[in-house]
């Protein structure tokens, strides 16, 4: 917004040539959602522990040490990521374009999905939320619309394309496929980020990385010179991403100041399946899919073990993980929560550094 009223100006005013920076303007994205957190974060963290009583319901079949430790905690916490990032983009970020709008549009359609999840949990008392049925279909529906809109706005030889990490110049033509691919990736993405969060601070910092590297990758794509020079697909207008990316950081880093252990508030699936969702829509207008799964590693470990227990306890009756998500399993065996917050932190700070080394290496 800023941007469009601003660097028209620039001409007569030289100083306000520096809104014309996506520089500058993520870096303010970055302080604006980070300022908003701070300021609004203690009013919803009391307004949501004043109306939820007894908070989000703990789930009687996950570890016993959460009975005791995590009652009454309030959750919805994503509102207020979603709430400073909201803001700082649309503050900073060129509002004409369009693929702003689709990851705007993703983020606040799974928030809104996550919230009435949230808002059954804790208004019925029970763990079970909106039914997984009903919430796969309006995800489905949601990233299904928003995906075509993607195609139509991508050059026509990456507008069905998926991109190779390492090789240069392979795109494979996904044809009519690339639509339910897409699906696939953002709604996998929502959900996997979603399995994640399941202890203080978990979540939200693996996401801060993922929304760092995926800030420098839209701008890197969405810029012709370098682009270029590190052989990625240009991607027109995509660069203007990075400010959305700069106000998930933002975001992110003022939820973990209340996110951190002890939490005082939980992120929620409302908080959960919006920024997963928004990561998995970046990642397919940069047409660096499978680089998510790299930066984004950690997600994906945890979404695996979830598969692997459900298909192993069904078809032979044993389980892999003594529990899953993978981050249950290791407190079962007696690892300190902080202990495996911090180390799947290291985790995900490496998979994050080999999802940028694809970027050189090709």
């Given at each position: 917004m800023l941007y469009n009223f601003l660097a028209p100006l620039a001409d007569e005013y030289a100083i306000l040539n520096l809104?014309?920076?996506?520089?500058?303007?993520t870096g303010g994205a970055i302080i604006t959602a980070l300022t908003i957190s701070f300021v609004f974060g203690p009013l919803i963290i009391r307004w949501l522990t004043l109306h939820q009583g007894s908070g989000q319901p703990i789930r009687t079949y996950g570890p016993e040490s959460h009975m005791a430790t995590k009652a009454g905690t309030p959750?919805?916490?994503?509102v207020l990521i979603l709430l400073a990032l909201t803001f700082a983009t649309l503050l900073w970020a060129d509002m004409t374009n369009q693929f702003v709008w689709i990851v705007l549009l993703i983020t606040l359609g799974f928030g809104v999905i996550g919230f009435v999840d949230d808002y059954l949990k804790v208004t019925e008392q029970h763990h079970?939320?909106?039914?997984?049925?009903?919430k796969l279909?309006?995800?489905?529906?949601?990233?299904?619309?928003?995906?075509?809109?993607?195609?139509?706005?991508?050059?026509s030889e990456l507008n069905s394309s998926l991109a190779v990490p390492f090789l240069k110049d392979l795109l494979i033509d996904l044809t009519w496929f690339f639509v339910p691919f897409s699906i696939v990736v953002i709604v996998g993405a929502s959900n996997a980020v979603n399995l994640t969060d399941g202890l203080d601070g978990l979540a939200i910092v693996p996401i801060m990385i993922a929304a760092g590297?995926?800030?420098?990758?839209?701008?890197?794509?969405?810029?012709?010179?370098f682009a270029s020079y590190l052989q990625l697909n240009l991607v027109p207008g995509a660069g203007e991403l990075a400010v959305f990316c700069g106000a998930l950081v933002g975001a992110s880093l003022g939820f973990l100041w209340f996110n951190a252990p002890p939490a005082m508030v939980?992120?929620?699936?409302?908080?959960?399946?919006?920024?997963?969702?928004?990561?998995?829509?970046i990642s397919v207008i940069t047409k660096h899919e499978l680089v998510l799964a790299i930066v984004g590693g950690l997600f994906v470990l945890e979404a695996v073990s979830v598969i692997v227990q459900v298909i192993s306890f069904k078809l032979t009756g044993r389980r892999v993980f003594r529990m899953a998500p993978l981050h249950h399993h290791f407190e079962e065996k007696g690892w300190h929560e902080s202990t495996i917050v911090i180390r799947f932190w290291i985790i995900a700070s490496i998979?994050?550094?080999?999802?940028l080394a694809t970027l050189k290496l090709r």
């Amino acid at each position: 917004m800023l941007y469009n009223f601003l660097a028209p100006l620039a001409d007569e005013y030289a100083i306000l040539n520096l809104f014309r920076y996506l520089t500058f303007r993520t870096g303010g994205a970055i302080i604006t959602a980070l300022t908003i957190s701070f300021v609004f974060g203690p009013l919803i963290i009391r307004w949501l522990t004043l109306h939820q009583g007894s908070g989000q319901p703990i789930r009687t079949y996950g570890p016993e040490s959460h009975m005791a430790t995590k009652a009454g905690t309030p959750t919805m916490g994503g509102v207020l990521i979603l709430l400073a990032l909201t803001f700082a983009t649309l503050l900073w970020a060129d509002m004409t374009n369009q693929f702003v709008w689709i990851v705007l549009l993703i983020t606040l359609g799974f928030g809104v999905i996550g919230f009435v999840d949230d808002y059954l949990k804790v208004t019925e008392q029970h763990h079970a939320g909106l039914p997984g049925k009903v919430k796969l279909f309006f995800e489905t529906l949601i990233a299904g619309l928003l995906a075509i809109w993607v195609a139509r706005l991508l050059p026509s030889e990456l507008n069905s394309s998926l991109a190779v990490p390492f090789l240069k110049d392979l795109l494979i033509d996904l044809t009519w496929f690339f639509v339910p691919f897409s699906i696939v990736v953002i709604v996998g993405a929502s959900n996997a980020v979603n399995l994640t969060d399941g202890l203080d601070g978990l979540a939200i910092v693996p996401i801060m990385i993922a929304a760092g590297c995926f800030g420098f990758i839209s701008y890197l794509v969405g810029n012709a010179v370098f682009a270029s020079y590190l052989q990625l697909n240009l991607v027109p207008g995509a660069g203007e991403l990075a400010v959305f990316c700069g106000a998930l950081v933002g975001a992110s880093l003022g939820f973990l100041w209340f996110n951190a252990p002890p939490a005082m508030v939980f992120m929620g699936d409302t908080g959960s399946l919006s920024v997963g969702g928004s990561l998995g829509a970046i990642s397919v207008i940069t047409k660096h899919e499978l680089v998510l799964a790299i930066v984004g590693g950690l997600f994906v470990l945890e979404a695996v073990s979830v598969i692997v227990q459900v298909i192993s306890f069904k078809l032979t009756g044993r389980r892999v993980f003594r529990m899953a998500p993978l981050h249950h399993h290791f407190e079962e065996k007696g690892w300190h929560e902080s202990t495996i917050v911090i180390r799947f932190w290291i985790i995900a700070s490496i998979l994050a550094l080999a999802g940028l080394a694809t970027l050189k290496l090709r």
